[in-house]
Every structure is written in C-alpha cells, then in structure tokens.
C-alpha cells in the first residue's frame, strides 16, 4: 500500500491599502447648568390643637445637577428659615424649629445615583438637616422627593394660622 502524504499549506495575507488617511476626531460634552435645587412655592399641613401635631408632605423637592464633571457629589440641606407665626408673633404665637420635625422620606425617580437621604428629625439642628445627599458618582444626576413635616404644636400656643418657611439648600 502506498502511503500519500498530502500537505496543506496556509498562507497569511495582510491586505494594505495602497493609500490610507486618518481624521483625529473630537468633540466638546458641556454641562447643560449647574447645580440646582426646586421646591413649591406653598405648601399646606393639617390642623392641630394646642399641644397636637398638624402634619403634611411639603411636596416634591428636586435637585438636578447638570454639572457634568467626575466627582459631583452635592449635599441638600433643610432649615426653618422662618418660625411658624400667627398674629404679631409673640411668643404664644410662634412655633420655633425644634418643634418641627422633617422627612425627607424616600427618592422619587432616581437618575445616575447614589442618593442618601437624610435621617428625620428637628429643624433646629447645627449644621442644618441633611435633606437627601449623593456621596459618590460621575456626570449629571437628578433626585426628587416628598418631604413629611410634622409640627409639634406647644400646649400654650394661641389658635390662629401659622406660617412659616421652611428652605431648601444644596451645595
């Protein structure tokens, strides 16, 4: 029996372009806005008595940041910038922050996270409340939430409508 011995030969083929140009290409990513925090402009609680507690959600609070940059991290922070009051404001007529308790509840629709939000408690605290935060993250984020107030309303308080304000801060 004769043997054949078959040999398969593979050949590499570079194909070169006889001419080839190259066009470096960049473009620009520009922040769209800065850093931004939106609040309604009034909100409504319930009523309370003397020594109860008038409650609400103060509506959607949002920060956007349209910064764009690597490291955009940012902390929103709540106050009582104004002291409940009705009437001329003496003192059985106004509710200070220590007797209003803010939270900041959980994120509505979340974009490019993480969010933190703050722990509940009284406006009356130094530095002001941590409202919502992000710790960490690259580019523009955005966060929305729905705030729950509770004013603890002093038994030697006088009936009347009360107003106060209650700001918003982010940096």
Known sequence: MIAAAAAITVVAVTLTPATAADTSTT??????????????????LSSAAPGGQAVGALGN??????RSETGTTWIARVTLSTAFTTG????????SAANVVYDPRTA???V???FTPGT?????????????????????NSVTWNPEVTVNVPAGNVS???????????A
């Open 108 to 110: 509505i629709n979340p």
């Open 61 to 66: 609070m949002s920060v956007n940041d349209q």
């Open 27 to 44: 473009f620009t990513v520009t922040a769209t806005a800065g850093l931004a925090v939106s609040a309604p402009e009034n909100a409504a």
């Open 112 to 114: 490019n996270g993480p």
């Open 160 to 170: 009347g409508d009360y107003t106060g304000t209650i700001r918003h801060s982010v």
């Open 120 to 140: 509940p408690g009284d406006l009356d605290s130094t530095p002001a409340l941590v409202a919502f935060s992000r710790d960490s993250g690259d580019g523009a």
């Open 88 to 95: 001329a404001g003496a003192p059985s007529q106004t509710i």
